[in-house]
């Protein structure tokens, strides 16, 4: 649809948000307009971890290959401050991390 985005591999494909475009290219039988994304591999990192956090179940830093963009010394201040719980292997946003999702991801990236 109108705004759609999708990510296979390395790459990212969104449909332009205009609707009359997007009506007028399925009226000629054409695709709709899109944008073609190719995605680096620190960029799959940081959105890997930025998804992963949103998730219930711990996230496996080390094993999702995002070590890399995890700031080790932001991770034990977030877990000091009850924001994210190691749990095993992985890491979770705590309730209360939930409610700073954001903010506690941007915090987390090196």
Do not use: H, I, K, Q
């Amino acid at each position: 649809g109108v705004g759609a985005v999708s990510t296979l591999g390395t790459e990212r494909r969104r449909n332009l948000p205009s609707v009359a475009r997007y009506v007028a290219a399925l009226d000629g039988g054409d695709a709709p307009p899109r944008e073609l994304e190719r995605l680096d591999a620190p960029t799959r990192a940081v959105e890997r971890l930025m998804l992963g956090l949103r998730l219930d179940e711990p996230f496996a830093v080390e094993t999702a290959g995002v070590e890399d963009v995890v700031d080790a010394d932001a991770l034990e201040r977030l877990t000091v401050a009850g924001l994210v719980d190691r749990v095993g292997e992985g890491v979770r946003l705590t309730p209360r991390g939930r409610m700073l999702g954001g903010a506690v991801t941007a915090e987390l990236l090196a």
